[in-house]
């Protein structure tokens, strides 16, 4: 069967450090692959997209970055983060051939 | 444009009460639209899809494509219903991407 692993958890950051979450799938190939930001009150907001290795999308400019260097590696980057970066950050995948998207245990990162 | 409207941020409902919770969407085509739901430290999930046409955890949802809604909707709503709830709409192109509406927290009352 199919999981996906977020990590970390949960992460504290000072504003001007880098970041680093990574997500990755088991049981599947080629997945379709997402970074959301789930913003208190705003609802799930899509940062980026991937539909293959080295293929990304940006849904929204932004202080972020994304990149996927293996199939099922999906990478979320900033060189320096902000206060606004904080918030619940969730990946998903899904077969590409349905729609249903499957979505990881999320990182909660905070910027102070 | 796309996009999905929940116009309620929190509804709150005692036990055994009926439930509506609404989605509105915005789309050029024939849309494909689903329900996703986050229970209290679990995952998001799917909930329900508009296409499968059917009834989970008592809950349905019908498309009406005259006003653009498909609101979720259950008769006799449970304590173990109170979760997150986000409506969500299939977007145009093949990268299969999701727009999620801002989410009903829904809260159910013994």
């Known amino acids: 069967s199919q999981t996906i692993h977020q990590w970390p958890a949960t992460l504290v950051q000072p504003v001007g450090s880098p970041l680093s979450l990574e997500c990755t799938v088991e049981?599947?190939?080629?997945?379709?692959l997402y970074w959301y930001r789930q913003a208190a009150g705003r609802g799930l907001q899509l940062l980026f997209y991937s539909v293959g290795i080295g293929q990304i999308s940006s849904e929204v400019p932004q202080n972020l970055s994304a990149s996927r260097p293996q199939d099922r590696q999906f990478i979320l980057s900033s060189k320096k983060l902000l206060l606004s970066d904080s918030g619940f950050y969730l990946c998903?995948?899904?077969?590409?051939?349905?729609?249903?998207?499957?979505f990881g245990p999320g990182t909660r990162l905070t910027v102070l | 444009a796309q996009r999905v409207t929940q116009p309620e941020k929190l509804l709150s409902v005692f036990k055994g009460a009926p439930v509506e919770l609404k989605c509105n969407y915005s789309y050029s085509g024939s849309p494909e639209l689903f329900w996703y739901v986050q229970y209290s430290r679990q995952r998001l999930q799917l909930l329900l899809r508009?296409?499968s046409r059917e009834s989970i955890k008592g809950f349905t949802a019908d498309l009406n494509k005259g006003e653009t809604s498909f609101h979720l909707k259950k008769p006799f709503a449970q304590e173990e219903d109170s979760a997150m709830y986000y409506c969500?709409?299939?977007?145009?192109?093949?990268?299969?991407?999701?727009?999620f509406g801002s989410g009903t927290r829904l809260l159910v009352r013994p």
């Open positions: 508009h296409i």
């Open positions: 049981g599947t190939s080629n997945p379709n």
């Open positions: 969500a709409l299939l977007g145009m192109d093949s990268s299969y991407k999701l727009i």
């Open positions: 998903a995948w899904s077969p590409g051939l349905t729609n249903e998207q499957f």
